[in-house]
């Protein structure tokens, strides 16, 4: 099936008909005109599977939700533009956030040395990239705390009806400006520690990633708790604060028992602790494993999404909106 | 001015109203209440990392620092956001609509403010307390050694002080809030007295900070915030006791004239300008 | 060919409601009480290529369920529906690259970007090429007289104009069916007329089939050919405009208030009630013309107020299950069964 074909025909396609070639089993398009009568429905509903099934093996759909993805990012840059004063504002008083608790590991580790195996300059690197990854998360899917709120206003429709997949669209469609300031910070406190070459930028943006990406599905999950249970903001409110508090404190004092949480349901472990093993010890072959992890965390974020996406479908909810 | 019966008669009144309209939303603590628990939580097991087997650092054993960590939380968590609703009345122009009552403007927001933070800070004490007998043991010796009547009073002294922290706080921050006044984007005075806050006494005692920080802190405010109710609570003595509440009721008179210097100036503005 | 075919389109909430009195949380997630709302039961229709039809029917009637289901938003519970050929609730996504819509309060544009971004971020959903892009967006820009509009920011707009940019956004892609969800609510009377200018063109010129609810029936009796009025879900009318203005929709309500007292009685017609000095008519349109009352009210003493309002929406429905009842003595059950039903 040759994608490109039927998409030009279809841009290229008298206004308002598809083209009957269009229409064939590749196409995207509906049935067309005098060339309904050849598509039986068993063979609409056969494209309609292959077509649905979202694969992104297809370079002209890769390219199409690249050239989204980028046309999304753009609208948000001028966006968040819009917003310059208040996010000076915002950047100063997360540095100045961040000071405080600088602040006070100098202090504390100026009097003990280590805490739970970190260093000053460990606990530097953790806030450093924690701070980088939950920014980058919420610049790229600015969305990704809120879907609970849209869904409960009714604001999911808008992406529903549009031909791009309703998760990837609503979180792209909007960025939060305060998080490019916690992308900035982070940056910048890695310039500061010492040992910073150009190796170990490289690194540290490797490991950003995944870790947004798991920052990203990790909240994009509770949120979609709001297709089952109503208002999920308290849940998805809750797993943020822990999620960020216990990955900015030393994975060696929270003990044995709670280890499995921080690989589970509370992802510090990837976003942080297992980050800073492979920073100090600057072992890129883990890299690769914890992009994996990153995948397997969105892939469930997106299953849970669907599930939700297919109860909103049915229209059955507590205070249902009609 | 109205008689002190008629006045505090009406300060009662507003926290009670204030305390019942709070207490109705008690869902509303519980995110207050999960964050408390949290953060006390996360730091005693990192106290209990940071001592690793020492016995003391600064003074303080890890029993002490935990119970510090959970007594001096009380007064940040629980008194440490008036700015936010006393920011929103001066905002909107609430506050200039308010200067024609006839009634003490600072006085009655602050039996409103504190009063209607008790149930909150009632809840996370109690909180605290449970915490702290899980996570550490025993209450502090120097609390409630020697008899009960001793340690009652000792316990008095302590929500005494918490009180005055609270006092301290309102004052304080109703001064920061007013500077809208004169300051739009006043938000990030408040971002930095809180951030100091947090680390002279309510993160740390003031025993860790370096020599010469922690006698400059002793001329600011701060301590007495958190720092002496959460010091007198592990180390109740009554020397100290008396120096830090001395220090406590000072820093009071000069929030209050603060506070209502800065109303007065403000309220000339608003008179001049028209809000 | 049909574009779009309505099959017994049912839809049956199963709400949860909140139960009252003591415990009732608790007692909500042991044993919930569940209530079964029947907002769309059995709505049967099909729509041919280039007409324009008008979705009526009172709030709370199903329209706005019913389009759900014929754009996929809503699986139905009950029957079928097939848009352009394919099943909504299936092949939603498919749907979407050739249906285009504008609901009510909904957006597609950015609250704080000019017109403009928003058109080439659809352009990007849509994967229209950007040179046909730039000369659609022209061409719409053009036709639409968006040309100030396109480069303010959304949130400095007007909502007709804002409107006229929406509608505009939504046919970007060429959609073959155009689904208003209550387009024109909200706006004054001049921009009223703008949209209906413009809906009608586009269907003249790019046939573009257009779907269109609302509540408001004298909105939409200019450009409408056709009317399904929905009623408790059920379909009441389908007929042609024609027809249905013949029914129904002659009657105008026509207020008048005096300085002092005035004769109040006009030739052939009797104010249905009065006082001294004001008056309410109830004006049939065909049979008594509605500029000539004015002219004689206007002349009989000085005017303080004067009001003409529509014939609302539920009279007219209760008008013609009145009339059908006369015309099919007895045999129309369907309608005798909606009457009896009353709410859900």
Sequence with gaps: ?????????????????????????????????????????????????????????????????????????????????????????????????????????????????????????????????????????????????????????????????????????????????????????????????????????????????????????????????????????????????????????????????????????????????????????????????????????????????????????SGNRMDARV | MRSLSSRLRCSYLAALTALRERAAYAGNFGASMLTYGLFVFIFSRVWAGAYAGDALIAGYSLDMAVWYFIVAEISAFGFGRFFWGLSRDVKSGQVAYLLARPYDFVGYHYAERLGGSLAEVGFIALEGLVAGLILVGPLPAALVGGGAAAGIGRAAVVVFSLFLAGTLQFYLQFALALSAFWLEENDALYWIYQKFALVVGTLIPIEFLPEAAARLSLWTPFPYLSYAPARLFVAFSWDEAARLIGGQLAWIAVGMALARGTFALGSRRVALNGG | ?????????????????????????????????????????????????????????????????????????????????????????????????????????????????????????????????????????AALSERFALAELMDAPVRKLSLGQRIRCEIAASLLHKPRVLFLDEPTIGLDVVARKEIRALIAELNKEDGVTVFITSHDMGDIEKICKRAIIIHHGRVVID????????????????????????DLELPGLSPSKRTERSARYELDTAKHSLAEAVRALASRGELEDITVEDEPLEDVIAAIYASKSEDEAGAFGASRRVRGAGDA
């Excluded at chain 1, 005098?34 to 598509?39: F, L």
């Excluded at chain 1, 990406?213 to 943020?240: C, P, R």
Aim: aromatic share 12%; hydrophobic share 50%; with cysteine.
């Design chain 3, 239 to 262: 007929e042609s405009m024609k027809a249905l203005k013949h029914r129904a929709l002659s009657k105008k309500y026509l207020g008048v208030r005096y300085a002092g007292p005035v």
């Design chain 3, 1 to 137: 060919m049909a574009v779009i075919e309505a099959d017994q389109l049912t839809k049956t909430f199963s709400l949860r409601t909140r139960p009252e009195g003591r415990f009732a949380a608790l007692r909500g997630m042991i044993r919930p009480n569940i209530r079964a709302v029947e907002a769309v039961r059995g709505v049967s229709f099909q729509v041919e290529e280039g007409e324009v039809v008008a979705f009526l029917g009172p709030n709370g009637a199903g329209k706005s369920t019913t389009i759900k289901m014929l754009t996929g938003i809503l699986a139905p519970s009950g029957g079928g529906a097939r848009v352009l050929g394919l099943d909504p609730s299936r092949e939603r996504r498919r749907l979407a690259w050739s249906i285009g819509s504008v609901f009510g309060q909904k957006s597609q544009l950015w609250f704080h970007l000019p017109p403009s971004d928003s058109f080439k971020l659809l352009g990007a959903i849509y994967e229209i090429e950007p040179k046909e892009l730039a000369r659609r967006t």
């Design chain 1, 1 to 313: 099936m040759d994608e490109r074909i039927s998409i030009d025909e279809r841009r290229s396609a008298d206004p308002g008909r598809a083209s009957a070639a269009g229409a064939s089993a590749a196409g995207n398009t509906a049935g067309g005109a005098s060339a309904a009568a050849g598509i039986t429905a068993a063979g609409i509903t056969a494209a309609g599977i292959t077509a649905a099934g979202v694969s992104s093996r297809r370079p002209g759909r890769l390219k199409a939700y690249a050239r989204f993805l980028a046309a999304a990012f753009a609208a948000n840059a001028k966006s968040a533009l819009e917003y310059r004063v208040n996010f000076l504002v915002q950047f100063f008083g997360m540095v100045l956030n961040n000071a405080a608790f600088a602040a006070f590991w100098a202090v504390l580790i100026g009097r003990t040395g280590s805490v739970g195996g970190y260093g000053f300059s460990d606990v530097m690197f953790i806030w450093a990239l924690v701070s980088s990854s939950f920014g980058l998360a919420h610049v790229l899917a600015g969305n990704v705390r809120s879907i609970g709120r849209i869904v409960m206003e009714g604001g999911l429709d808008v992406y529903l009806l549009q031909p791009k997949d309703a998760f990837v669209n609503l979180l792209a469609s909007r960025t939060v400006v305060s998080a490019w300031g916690d992308l900035a910070y982070g940056f910048i406190v890695l310039a500061l520690l010492p040992g910073t070459d150009f190796g170990r930028v490289l690194l540290f943006c490797a490991l950003m990633a995944p870790g947004a990406v798991i920052f990203a599905a990790t909240f994009a999950a509770a949120e979609s708790l709001t297709f089952f249970l109503g208002n999920a903001q308290a849940v998805s409110s809750a797993l943020a604060e822990f999620m960020l508090s216990f990955s900015l404190y030393p994975e060696g004092v929270f003990g044995k028992n709670l280890r499995w949480l921080f690989y589970s349901l509370i992802p510090s472990g990837f976003v942080a602790f297992v980050p800073l093993r492979i920073y100090r010890a600057v072992d890129w072959a883990l890299v690769p494993a914890l992009w994996g992890v990153a995948a397997l965390y969105a892939a469930l974020a997106k299953t849970l999404f669907n599930a939700g996406l297919r109860r909103y479908e």
